[in-house]
C-alpha cells in the first residue's frame, strides 16, 4: 500500500456510518451491519443487471467526501460501460487470480493494490515492458475491467482494511476510536504472534522482541504506511508492539532495533504487504454482497509472492 493520497491524508472526514441502520462497536464506531442492510437492499427489490460505473458509483456514495480530484483509483483495464457477471476483490490482481476470475465468469476485478506494478500504474514507467504487455494482453483477451480500490477503501468510516484485520484476528472488542491503536488484554509477544499467523493464516512472520515481554498496546498498521508515518506512531503512540505490512528496512526496522537497544520496549512484526491487507478486502466482497443481488461476488485470495526455504 502507498500512502493514502493527499487528498485521502488531508480531509477531515465526519464519521458516519455506511447506512441509517447500524450496530454501535465497543468505543463507539459506527459500522455497517450487513445482515440489516442485506434486509434493506432486497426488500422489494428486483435483481439487475449492473454497469462497472453503476456500481462504482454506488460504491462513492458510501465514500465520505467521494469522488477525490486526485486519486489512484482508476481502471486500469476494461471500460465502466461493460456489464459485470461478477465480481472479484482481491489485492492483486495477479495473473492467478485473472485466471481464477475467468474460470468464476467474473469480469470486473476489484483490487487493492496496482496492477501494473507502480503506484501510478503507469504502463511505460519501464521502457518495452513485456510482462507489461503480456498482462494487458490478457486482461483484453477476457474482457475484465480492473478497478483499483485504495483510496476509497481506506477513505471509508472505518477504514475497511484495519477493519477486516481486527475482524480476523477477533480484536474488534478492543478497535475503539483509534483505528490504528488497540488496547488488548495482557499477552506474551510470542503468543501474540501465533495468535496472528493462525487468525490470519499467515505461515511466517519476522519480528524483534523478546518472546516473552508483556503486550497490551498495539498500533496495526497493515500493508506499506511509509517509514515516517510507522515511525511517528511508535513515537507517539507508544505501543507495546508495532504491527506492520511492510517496511523499508532501511528506516523503520533499524528505528526499531535501535530504539530497544536504548530503552525503548516497542516491538515489530513484519507480516508482509499483501497477506496483511488481505482480510479488507475479503470483508469488501462480505460488505458488498447485499448491495448487489444477484451478483455473484468472490473473495480470492493474492497471497504471499513468497516461497520461505
Known amino acids: 500500500m502507498k500512502q493514502p493520497s493527499d ?22 464506531i459506527s459500522l455497517l451491519s450487513v445482515n440489516n442492510f442485506a434486509m434493506a437492499a432486497t426488500a422489494g427489490a428486483s435483481l439487475k ?23 489512484v483509483d482508476t481502471l486500469k483495464s476494461g471500460s465502466g460501460d461493460q ?22 465468469n467474473a469480469n470486473f476485478i476489484i483490487a487493492h493494490e496496482p496492477t501494473f506494478y507502480n503506484h501510478t500504474d503507469n504502463k511505460t514507467q519501464v521502457k518495452d515492458n513485456t510482462i507489461v504487455e503480456q498482462k494487458a494482453a490478457l486482461l483484453a483477451k477476457h474482457s475484465i475491467t480492473v478497478w483499483r480500490f485504495h483510496d476509497y477503501c481506506h477513505a471509508l468510516q472505518p477504514d475497511a482494511i484495519s477493519y477486516g484485520v481486527a475482524k480476523n484476528s477477533g480484536w474488534l472488542p478492543y ?3 483509534s483505528e490504528k491503536l488497540l488496547e488488548l488484554p495482557a499477552i506474551k509477544f510470542a503468543a501474540l504472534i501465533q ?14 522482541g523478546d518472546p516473552q515481554q508483556n503486550c497490551q498496546r498495539i498500533a496495526l498498521l497493515p500493508g506499506a504506511w511509509g517509514g515516517d508515518r510507522q515511525m511517528a506512531a511508535v513515537l507517539q503512540d ?18 526499531i532495533r535501535d530504539g530497544r537497544l536504548l530503552g525503548s520496549k516497542t516491538a515489530l512484526v513484519v507480516l508482509g504487504h499483501s497477506v496483511s491487507e488481505e482480510p479488507g478486502m475479503e470483508w469488501v466482497a462480505q460488505w458488498l454482497q447485499p448491495m448487489l443481488p444477484g451478483i ?10 513468497f516461497t520461505w526455504m
Do not use: C
Open 7 to 28: 487528498q485521502y491524508k488531508k480531509t477531515n472526514y465526519s464519521r458516519k456510518s455506511f447506512l441509517s441502520d447500524t450496530v454501535k462497536l465497543a468505543g463507539g
Open 49 to 71: 443487471e449492473y454497469t462497472v460505473q453503476e456500481i462504482m458509483d454506488l460504491i462513492l456514495k458510501e465514500v465520505p467526501g467521494a469522488p477525490f480530484k486526485e486519486t
Open 83 to 104: 456489464k459485470v457477471t461478477g465480481i472479484v476483490t482481491t489485492m492483486f490482481a495477479t495473473i492467478d487470480v485473472i485466471h481464477a476470475a475467468v474460470k468464476r
Open 175 to 177: 478497535y475503539k476510536q
Open 195 to 208: 495468535h496472528l499467523k493462525k487468525s490470519l493464516g499467515i505461515a511466517h512472520v519476522r519480528v524483534i
Open 238 to 255: 507508544k505501543p507495546d508492539v508495532l504491527i506492520i505490512g511492510e517496511a523499508s528496512e532501511w528506516e523503520t526496522v533499524e528505528f
Open 296 to 305: 455473484p461476488i468472490t473473495h480470492i485470495a493474492s497471497g504471499d509472492p
